[in-house]
């Protein structure tokens, strides 16, 4: 049985950061995934754009996700795929095997993980299933980049789940995409359709609690995006909730679509041609690790020690019980760290977590779970992992000024 130095559980922007800084540190990585490409919720949830990653400090404009986020931009550009913060993610999914592939980071796909044997608190090896059949998959280091902290649950490090007071988590979202629109006659009034949506869903006309319609542009002309469908009060690591959230969701999805069909000017000739492969998942499980960091830390604009990454994204929490969404925005020129110490699980010493389950409140999370975010979280995940791998060291004692200066020197922004 073939032994890596790294496997990253997830092909996620956190993931795949995470296997490319690995591999750049000298490490054989594998990739593990239960899709059929990398790009995690971006490409299965289509989830677009990329949210605000920069703030303006001395008159300057300051990118806080830089590294290998910014790599994964200047491809996309390269290739006319990014207008914007917006991106096409057939291109994306197209350069991100690239990328892996140029690093001989070895991929598996359709490979669902199912459990993990662990000893002595270390993690031994991951157990998948895929069309081959039941496989074991051994590593001396492990990087839980799910999105869902499996491999920590799995593994036994304590986890948390949304809010503390009732465990809710952020509403899951079950994205969409109309093509054939008259986006110029759409934006024209498109302020008067929302609210006459106001008007209906006061009037109980829908079932969709969200408390407008959320449309994005896209690249591609008479396409336009949707993140409008909201569903509460449902477990996202319970596979029933799950299943009751994609089938309530396609609901919302062909109300809201009948609803600018006929009201909506620019949706007459329109025809809904996508929804994601898979239901959004804003919040889930997340691990309780060496540091929980919390919404107060953000606000305050902690500057950590062991600082990994950076943010300054605001707190924007869809109301995991209904309608509303609330902010709290960072000031101008702002921003936030996130330490390492939140990448570490409790109870095993060979495996970090990267993306949006690591250690943190519901708050928190609210705002470090971006895609530009998470990307960086993952590049610190696999650099940690390759230092760790190369110096023999264990991630809990690993020299935090060797890994800060290593991101550095690879163009990432930690403050
Ligand atoms: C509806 C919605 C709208 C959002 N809007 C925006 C936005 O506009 N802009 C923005 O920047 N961010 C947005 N976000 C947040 C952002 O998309 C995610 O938080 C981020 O992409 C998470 O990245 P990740 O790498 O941590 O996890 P993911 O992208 O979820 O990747 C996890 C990967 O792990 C794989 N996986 C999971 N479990 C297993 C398993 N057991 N075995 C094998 N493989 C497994 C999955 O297939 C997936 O590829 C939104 C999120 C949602 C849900």
């Not at 809710?168 to 609210?195: G, I, Y």
Request: include cysteine; charged fraction near 25%; aromatic fraction near 8%.
């Amino acid at each position: 049985m073939k032994k890596y130095d790294v496997i990253v559980a997830g092909g996620g922007f956190a993931g795949t950061a995470a296997a490319l800084a690995a591999a750049r540190q000298g490490a054989s990585v594998l990739i593990v995934d239960k899709s059929n490409c990398l790009g995690g919720a971006a490409v299965n949830c289509l989830v677009n754009p990329f949210m605000c990653y920069w703030t303006t400090a001395s008159g300057k404009k300051l990118m806080l996700s830089r590294g290998i986020f910014e790599e994964i931009c200047n491809e996309l550009e390269k290739r006319n795929a990014m207008k914007s913060t917006l991106f096409l993610e057939e291109e994306l999914k197209l350069i991100l095997n690239r990328m892996v592939q140029k690093e001989n980071i070895s991929l598996l796909f359709h490979t669902y993980i199912y459990d993990v044997k662990t000893e002595n608190g270390s993690v031994k090896s991951l157990l998948a299933a895929n069309k081959s059949g039941k496989t074991e998959l051994c590593a001396d280091y492990f990087i839980d980049a799910t999105g869902d902290a499996d491999i920590a649950f799995l593994a036994g490090c304590p986890c948390r789940l949304g809010r503390d007071e009732d465990e809710l988590c952020q509403p899951m979202t079950l994205c969409f995409r109309v093509a054939n629109v008259d986006v110029e006659a759409f934006d024209k009034t498109s302020s008067l359709v929302n609210e006459l949506y106001k008007k209906y869903k006061a009037e109980g006309k829908f079932r969709n609690p969200r408390e407008d319609l959320l449309i994005f542009h896209t690249p591609v002309k008479g396409i336009l995006h949707f993140n409008t469908t909201r569903i509460v009060k449902k477990n996202p690591v319970n596979a029933e909730d799950v299943t009751a959230a994609e089938i309530e969701a396609r609901e919302q999805i062909y109300e809201v679509y009948d609803f600018l069909k006929n009201h909506a000017d620019g949706f007459e000739n329109s025809t809904l041609i996508m929804t994601a492969p898979e239901i959004g998942v804003r919040e889930s499980r997340m691990i309780k690790g060496e540091y929980i960091l919390t919404g107060k830390d953000l606000v305050d604009c902690k500057k950590f020690d062991d600082a990994i990454a950076a943010g300054n994204y605001d707190i924007d929490i869809h109301n995991p019980e209904g309608s509303g969404t609330s902010h709290y925005y960072f000031p101008q020129g702002q921003y936030y760290t996130i330490p390492y110490r939140s990448l570490l699980p409790k109870n095993a010493d060979n495996l970090l977590v990267a993306g949006r389950c690591i250690s943190s409140d519901h708050e928190a999370q609210a705002s470090y779970r971006i895609m530009p975010i998470v990307c960086c979280i993952g590049e610190a995940a696999g650099t940690a992992a390759g230092i760790a791998k190369a110096d023999g060291a264990l991630l809990k004692q690993l020299d935090i000024k060797k890994l800060q200066t290593t991101l550095k020197n690879n163009n990432a922004f930690i403050g």
